[in-house]
């Protein structure tokens, strides 16, 4: 978004690439609505109907496929039916993400990297009733292994290229047909040019929608747009076949027409940011006028009346406190917000703000 912005603002120098090398077509996007392959086929469905249909196609005339989930292990949790008691990192308050082991189940924080393994019964209450949640792409080659027996699957995560060399070997298999159906995070996702990839699959494409994150969206769409690129690169036409919840999100809708421009304005037309630039405007403009009124930062210290009880003096300048021309945008800002924000009936309210380093004992 930043770069687009000031490509439009002519700081940078826009160059776009309106078509692909030899005159290609991008590959035709079909979005699978997840809510209503649950409703027909159980909770439990990972890989719907028509990727699996779209798999066996490709196979059928050996094409080959990448199938992208950007999120690793076998599943994200595991906690007691019974009790409900669940297997959490102890440095990081976070549940531990499962991934296969040579002797069972191993459960590990990606975070600080705490590992223990996975008991048969509960720790708590000993009863034998625990339960997977969630899925990784460990989960997404086991189920392919199952539909297809006789293809011949690889994964690319963080777990699996370990070894010094892995990412290579495995890169080099796919891109001399040794493997037929590629598993893996965003490691697959850019850069990679594999002319006989003519089917992309994304399972959760709305994984990164939920995160704690103002450019989840923007993440999502970078990814969805990289991703559906890989299918198609040869003579053969690709195709990319992206599962989600929300299949009406703009990011989703826009990353399948691969529509950047349209992305960025819809971005723009929303109301948090269209607050947030009109504050961050009005900061900008009181800080220019205070320093064009304020002059230098010695003479306003010559000029300032000493404080009582110690004899220093009481400066209040631009340059000598960073928020001394915070006040009137604050009043502003908070004016703004109020009114774009405040719940119906209730009216906005603009407190009074000061600068507490210039002394003033309404500073906020």
């Given amino acids: 978004m930043e770069s687009y912005q000031n490509a439009v603002a002519g700081k940078y120098a826009r160059i776009t690439l309106g078509e692909r090398v030899l005159d290609r077509p991008l590959a035709a996007v079909r979005i699978v609505n997840m809510r209503t392959e649950h409703a027909e086929a159980g909770p439990d469905v990972v890989i719907s109907r028509d990727l699996a249909a779209a798999i066996a196609e490709r196979l059928g005339r050996r094409e ?8 690793r292990g076998y599943s994200t949790a595991v906690f007691c039916r019974q009790c409900g008691d669940t297997f959490e990192c102890p440095n990081c308050s976070v549940s531990l993400t499962v991934h296969r082991a040579r002797n069972g189940w191993r459960a590990r924080c990606h975070y600080c990297n705490y590992s223990v393994m996975v008991p048969k019964t509960c720790r708590k209450c000993a009863a034998p009733y625990l339960e997977h949640a969630g899925f990784g792409t460990e989960r997404i080659e086991e189920q392919l292994h199952e539909r297809f027996p006789d293809a011949r699957i690889g994964r690319v995560d963080r777990d699996s290229v370990r070894r010094k060399g892995a990412l290579t070997e495995i890169l080099t298999k796919f891109a001399s047909a040794e493997l037929d159906i590629l598993v893996g995070t965003q490691m ?7 002319p006989a990839v003519t089917l992309v699959g994304v399972i959760s494409a709305d994984v990164g929608l939920g995160l704690a994150d103002f450019r989840a969206s923007e993440r999502t769409f970078q990814l969805l747009t990289q991703v559906a690129g890989r299918a198609g690169r040869g003579e053969r036409a690709g195709e990319a076949v992206v599962q989600t919840l929300y299949p009406e999100h703009y ?14 304005e819809t971005r723009n037309r929303l109301p948090a940011r269209d607050a947030l630039s009109a504050v961050f405007r009005i900061d900008q403009r009181h800080r220019a006028r205070a ?3 304020g002059g230098d930062a010695a003479g306003a210290r010559d000029r300032a009346p000493p404080r009582a009880g110690n004899g220093r003096r009481n400066v209040h300048h631009p340059r000598a406190c960073a928020c001394a021309a915070g006040t009137p945008a604050r ?8 009114e774009r924000f405040a719940p119906r009936g209730h009216a906005p309210r603009v407190d009074g703000g000061g600068c507490r380093y210039a002394g003033d004992p309404r500073g906020d």
Avoid: M, T
């Fill in 64 to 71: 080959q496929v990448l199938v992208l989930l950007n999120r």
């Fill in 251 to 264: 990011s989703i809708q826009l990353a399948c027409r691969q529509d950047y421009p349209a992305f960025f």
């Fill in 188 to 194: 697959i996702a850019k850069g990679h040019d594999f």
């Fill in 291 to 293: 320093h064009v009124r």
């Fill in 331 to 338: 009043r502003a800002s908070r004016a703004i917000l109020s």
